[in-house]
């Protein structure tokens, strides 16, 4: 399997050379083995556990099925508060809206409305009003086919604490970053009793999957609990991190963003990509 990811990314690297691209050396940490993915027979429980080993419980207050007409604003910010979005890409309300039975996340829908300073694209961005300390989090979602990065994340900015799990962090809508699963956990800052985090510093990791993710829905899941910090796709578990620092409530993100790293700027000729999402929910475990 390596060999083939290896082959893969020869074939990407050149179809970007010419765009001159500050993108990092790919290095896999593994690929990831879907045959004995589960099967999911109920909505009541994660996919990963389907028959509740866990004992988790849904959080009916923190869930969502996007299922009405319009966004509920008593759980979601319709948009970032404290960020406008990295250049060139503005954070801007109208690209997000409830079509389908589903979150919907698109680019430039500002129409006539004027960009800030520096911004050329706009994209959408909801966050929840509530913060979290453990459990487990789970969407299931159609990544975009444009040069953004969909995301699906925890977070949260504080002037003693700043935390942050990526979950979903991936640009598929570009060739060359299609078969790549994305996982990174941070640290800006922690206080002195959580570890004393001065400066930022981050454990990402890179999995090569088997099919295109841009493709189709997939299941992200996140099973985090005082102790480990697990990451599964379509109830696959991939990634396993003991969980040193990460003990602060977040809060949680559905958004696209242009990012360099990902190769992820805007495109004029791909301005028809969706990032869609069929429901986030969140489970505690019963004591």
């Given at each position: 399997?390596?060999t083939i990811c290896y082959f893969f990314l020869s074939?990407?690297?050149?179809?970007?050379?010419?765009?001159?691209?500050?993108?990092?050396?790919?290095?896999?940490?593994?690929?990831?083995?879907?045959?004995?993915?589960?099967?999911?027979?109920?909505?009541?429980?994660?996919?990963?556990?389907?028959?509740?080993?866990?004992?988790?419980?849904?959080?009916?207050?923190?869930?969502?099925?996007?299922?009405?007409?319009?966004?509920?604003?008593?759980?979601?910010?319709?948009?970032?508060?404290?960020?406008?979005?990295?250049?060139?890409?503005?954070?801007?309300?109208?690209?997000?809206?409830?079509?389908?039975?589903?979150?919907?996340?698109?680019?430039?829908?500002?129409?006539?409305?004027?960009?800030?300073?520096?911004?050329?694209?706009?994209?959408?961005?909801?966050?929840?009003?509530?913060?979290?300390?453990?459990?487990?989090?789970?969407?299931?979602?159609?990544?975009?086919?444009?040069?953004?990065?969909?995301?699906?994340?925890?977070?949260?900015?504080?002037?003693?604490?700043?935390?942050?799990?990526?979950?979903?962090?991936?640009?598929?809508?570009?060739?060359?970053?299609?078969?790549?699963?994305?996982?990174?956990?941070?640290?800006?800052?922690?206080?002195?009793?959580?570890?004393?985090?001065?400066?930022?510093?981050?454990?990402?990791?890179?999995?090569?999957?088997?099919?295109?993710?841009?493709?189709?829905?997939?299941?992200?899941?996140?099973?985090?609990?005082?102790?480990?910090?697990?990451?599964?796709?379509?109830?696959?578990?991939?990634?396993?991190?003991?969980?040193?620092?990460?003990?602060?409530?977040?809060?949680?993100?559905?958004?696209?963003?242009?990012?360099?790293?990902?190769?992820?700027?805007?495109?004029?000729?791909?301005?028809?990509?969706?990032?869609?999402?069929?429901?986030?929910?969140?489970?505690?475990?019963?004591?």
């Amino acid at each position: 399997m390596r060999t083939i990811c290896y082959f893969f990314l020869s074939i990407s690297l050149l179809s970007v050379k010419a765009q001159d691209l500050t993108i990092p050396q790919k290095n896999y940490a593994d690929s990831v083995d879907f045959k004995d993915a589960p099967k999911r027979k109920n909505h009541k429980f994660p996919l990963s556990d389907q028959r509740n080993t866990g004992k988790w419980k849904l959080r009916k207050d923190l869930s969502d099925e996007f299922d009405s007409k319009t966004l509920n604003t008593r759980r979601w910010h319709p948009n970032n508060p404290g960020w406008k979005g990295r250049k060139p890409t503005y954070f801007h309300g109208s690209n997000v809206s409830l079509q389908d039975g589903e979150l919907q996340i698109r680019v430039n829908q500002h129409e006539k409305d004027i960009l800030p300073e520096g911004y050329t694209h706009s994209t959408g961005f909801i966050k929840s009003k509530e913060t979290v300390l453990y459990g487990y989090f789970e969407v299931e979602a159609k990544l975009m086919n444009a040069p953004w990065v969909s995301g699906f994340w925890m977070c949260k900015v504080g002037k003693e604490w700043w935390t942050e799990i990526d979950i979903c962090e991936n640009a598929p809508g570009l060739a060359y970053n299609r078969h790549d699963l994305n996982s990174n956990i941070h640290v800006f800052r922690a206080p002195e009793d959580k570890g004393n985090v001065k400066e930022h510093f981050s454990r990402n990791k890179k999995y090569y999957v088997p099919f295109e993710l841009q493709a189709d829905y997939h299941v992200w899941g996140l099973e985090w609990n005082e102790d480990v910090i697990r990451f599964y796709l379509d109830g696959v578990l991939f990634r396993e991190a003991e969980n040193t620092h990460w003990h602060q409530p977040l809060e949680i993100n559905l958004n696209c963003e242009s990012n360099k790293w990902f190769g992820a700027l805007p495109d004029d000729n791909r301005l028809d990509g969706v990032y869609k999402v069929k429901y986030f929910r969140a489970w505690s475990q019963s004591e």
